[in-house]
């Protein structure tokens, strides 16, 4: 797999540089890029941009990945995580992961990042208010993590949870949500390649607005189930309980497979709006699974997807 490890991330402007020259060097000559280039092996920036995972669709401007969020422990305006999230502090940070492990504890998380392989992924987010941002992730697989937790044979689920402290977070002053925020993952989802947390994007540290320090990603579903600031993970047998859909469960179920087909209550999921692609920018039609489908539909072969909504 293409790794980049931390230390390896690059100041932007650098990387902004490589990427150029990439490109450059692919549309010169192709197969030049991998024969040999003036770069040592550990600047594995390379690698990490020719991930089979990446798409190579045009990335939404950084300025709109960090300044049109949800992220409600901050309030529900579109800008308010870029006003307000900066106040957040986000180290020291660890981790709990418990229930159904064998090495159940406090995961401290600049020994996460240790122990990570960090790779870039240019993910499509798709949003369930029919929006949609691509964004280059840093980040490493879930699947990694959870074995060094090394989850039982039982385990079924995993529980996700974002950190409360509303003396940083004013969002959760109000009842606007059931605090913590929660969500949740079926194993198999959680252990899919395609999941990754991530700590970075567009080659630096995560804003905390996206997350920071460490948010799920899950490109397949809407991007109310990547969550935020996660400060727990629960191994467990049962289905858990996730933010939005004990909220309203008739138009938020626990899979949130995005599907064009399946249409939220109150509006179509068919198409959707790309942000900070300009005034004239067309709205794109919906891919199922938001184009994923060759990595994931076989996790939900049998099951009724308009039905485990
Ligand atoms: N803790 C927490 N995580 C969250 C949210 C939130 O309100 N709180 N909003 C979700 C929603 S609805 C979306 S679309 C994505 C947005 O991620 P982004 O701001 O990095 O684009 O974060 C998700 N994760
Ligand atoms: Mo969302």
Redo the contacts with the bound molecule.
């Keep these: 797999m293409p790794s980049l490890r931390y230390s390896d991330i690059t100041p932007k402007a650098d990387y902004l540089n490589r990427r150029r020259f990439i490109a450059a060097a692919a549309a010169a000559g192709g197969g030049a890029v991998a024969a040999g280039l003036p770069f040592s092996p550990a600047t594995a920036a390379i690698d990490a941009i020719k991930s089979p995972y990446s798409t190579s669709e045009e990335l939404t401007p950084l300025d709109a ?1 960090t300044t ?6 901050f309030g529900t305006d579109k800008r308010d ?1 870029s006003r307000y999230a900066g106040r957040l502090t986000t180290r020291p940070w660890s981790v709990v992961i418990d229930g159904l492990v064998n090495n159940p504890g406090t995961y401290d998380f600049e020994d996460i990042l240790a122990g990570a392989t960090l790779e870039e992924r240019i993910y499509r ?1 798709r ?3 029919a929006w949609s ?1 691509v ?1 280059p992730w840093i980040g490493f697989e879930l699947a990694s993590l959870l074995a060094r937790a090394d989850p039982m044979p039982d385990a079924r689920y995993v529980a996700f949870e ?2 409360v402290r509303p003396e940083e977070m004013p ?1 959760q002053s109000s009842r606007l ?1 059931e605090w ?2 929660r ?1 949740g993952l079926r194993l198999d989802e959680a252990m899919h390649p395609l999941t990754i947390l991530a700590t970075g ?1 567009y080659g630096e540290e995560l804003p905390n ?3 920071a320090p460490l ?2 990603v899950v490109p397949w579903k ?8 996660i400060v727990r993970m629960t191994l467990t047998v049962a289905e858990p309980p996730t ?2 859909n004990m909220q309203a469960p008739r138009e938020y179920g626990f899979y949130s497979n995005v599907n064009p087909e399946v249409s939220h209550p109150r509006w179509s999921q068919a198409t959707e709006r790309p942000v900070g692609a300009g005034f004239f920018a067309r709205r794109k039609p919906t891919l199922m699974f938001n184009g994923y489908g060759e990595e994931v539909a076989s996790l939900y072969v049998g099951m009724d997807l308009s039905r485990n909504y």
């Design positions: 990945i049109y969020n949800n992220y409600y422990e995580p987010l949003c369930v208010e941002m964004v974002t950190l969002g949500l913590p925020y969500e994007l607005q996206n997350g948010r799920l809407y991007g109310f189930k990547s969550i935020k600031a933010t939005w």
